[in-house]
């Protein structure tokens, strides 16, 4: 898991002046979590990182409450999560925590180091597989029209009444020629980008490999031209991959580019500099076998 991945997400869209006068060594920090800053050693003082984040945490607040909200808290890479457990148990004012979490079947707890200053104030929302008839409703809307009842029952069993997995499944299903809906995440990526080119592929897995992925970045990793490049990203595009804001390439669902990352990444040939990927800064809870946390 590369350094930072989630902590640079957070801060992406925050207005710089935020921490354009906290101590030097705050500030050279989150220049370089966000990569505005190159080293030659490339270390970055993780103490540092995490009371610049508190900081910006704190002056955020202070112009009205707070949400940080983050998708796949399990997930979290090492460093990000030292960073949000030092501000976690230092949160003051009108800041709250929105967390999705997978829970696992044995019970055990992937965010015991998440401790928040008022235990009481933390809410645990248990959100459950959706019902064959809820799916329906959900893939339907999506998609813009029904799945037969029996394809949507197979949809059913092999989603686990997730829904952005369900959605896939009846999109891959609609689309292929013999009828027979994947049943993998694997094979989901593959039936969504297998028939691509493949230097859409290339563009794919080096959006995957950053944190922060901007046309740029994504550009350098590939020394594709650039027209050539937004030709490839316009593709991905039209095939529901990736969104473009701006210059921000934005994955559709986090599932496509832990895919995308699994697939292809044995054939990666690209280099980028410091590249790091995941997290969100605001996301809503939407799949299966997920609990909310909230600190109010």
């Not at 030659?40 to 607040?61: E, I, Y």
């Not at 009828?179 to 563009?203: M, N």
Request: glycine share 6%; aromatic share 4%; hydrophobic share 45%.
């Amino acid at each position: 898991m590369l350094a930072y991945a989630s902590l640079a997400d957070l801060l992406t869209d925050v207005d710089q002046d935020i921490w354009a006068d906290l101590p030097e060594p705050q500030r050279i920090a989150v220049d370089r979590v966000l990569l505005r800053e190159q080293t030659a050693d490339g270390v970055t003082d993780q103490r540092a990182v995490a009371a610049a984040f508190l900081s910006v945490v704190d002056r955020l607040s202070d112009h009205g409450p707070l949400l940080l909200a983050i998708d796949d808290l399990q997930w979290l890479d090492p460093s990000s999560q030292h960073v949000l457990a030092f501000a976690a148990r230092r949160l003051s004012g009108p800041v709250g925590l929105l967390a999705t979490v997978r829970t696992e079947h044995d019970g055990s707890d992937s965010i015991s180091w998440l401790q928040l200053p008022r235990p009481d104030a933390i809410h645990r929302i248990p959100v459950h597989p959706l019902a064959s008839r809820e799916l329906h409703t959900v893939v339907k809307d999506k998609l813009g029209h029904p799945i037969p009842r029996a394809a949507m029952a197979r949809i059913h069993q092999l989603s686990a009444g997730n829904p952005f997995y369900a959605i896939e499944l009846a999109r891959a299903l609609t689309e292929s020629a013999d009828e027979v809906a994947p049943g993998t995440l694997a094979e989901l990526v593959r039936a969504r980008i297998g028939s691509l080119d493949p230097a859409v592929h290339d563009v794919l897995l080096a959006a995957a490999c950053l944190a922060v992925s901007t046309v740029e970045l994504v550009g350098e990793a590939t020394a594709a031209d650039h027209g050539r490049l937004i030709e490839l990203l316009e593709v991905a595009e039209r095939h529901g991959i990736v969104s473009i804001g701006g210059n921000r390439i934005r994955f559709t669902h986090p599932l496509l580019a832990g895919g995308v990352h699994r697939r292809f990444a044995y054939r990666a040939q690209a280099h980028a500099p410091s590249p790091r990927r995941g997290g969100r800064r605001v996301r809503t809870a939407g799949t299966a076998s997920r609990a909310g946390v909230n600190h109010r």
